[in-house]
């Protein structure tokens, strides 16, 4: 069973930059898609990004394109979404993804992270 644990929020301030990370107990890490969402207070959960198995496979909203980089480190099992020029409308629980088969939908979930970006 995937499980997905999350950490690197904090409380920072426009401008700022944050890493988040994310730690899957899965064995074959490399083979599984990826992926960042959010939801902020009173929104549905959104599509941040996403990294493929290969190298150079990502995807991004248009909201963070520019300023968020997915990458992962596939010896270590960890996923991060660097987060720069940080904005107050990033201000949200931050969930790295999967799926139990490793491709998609996505339909695993870590228990979040909170990211507050105060102006």
């Known amino acids: 069973q995937v499980q997905l644990v999350e950490s690197g929020g904090g409380l920072v301030q426009a401008g700022d930059s944050l890493r988040l990370s994310c730690a899957a107990s899965?064995?074959?890490?490399?083979?599984?898609?990826m992926g960042w969402f959010r939801q902020a207070p009173g929104k549905e959960r959104e599509f941040v990004a996403q990294i493929g198995v290969s190298v150079g496979t990502t995807y991004y909203a248009d909201s963070v394109k520019g300023r968020f980089t997915i990458s992962r480190d596939n010896a270590k099992n960890t996923l991060y979404l660097q987060m720069n020029s940080l904005k107050p409308e990033d201000t949200a629980v931050y969930y790295c993804a999967t799926s139990v088969t490793g491709g998609l939908p996505f339909n695993v979930w870590g228990q979040g992270t909170q990211v507050t970006v105060s102006s």
């Open positions: 899965v064995r074959t890490f490399r083979t599984y898609i």
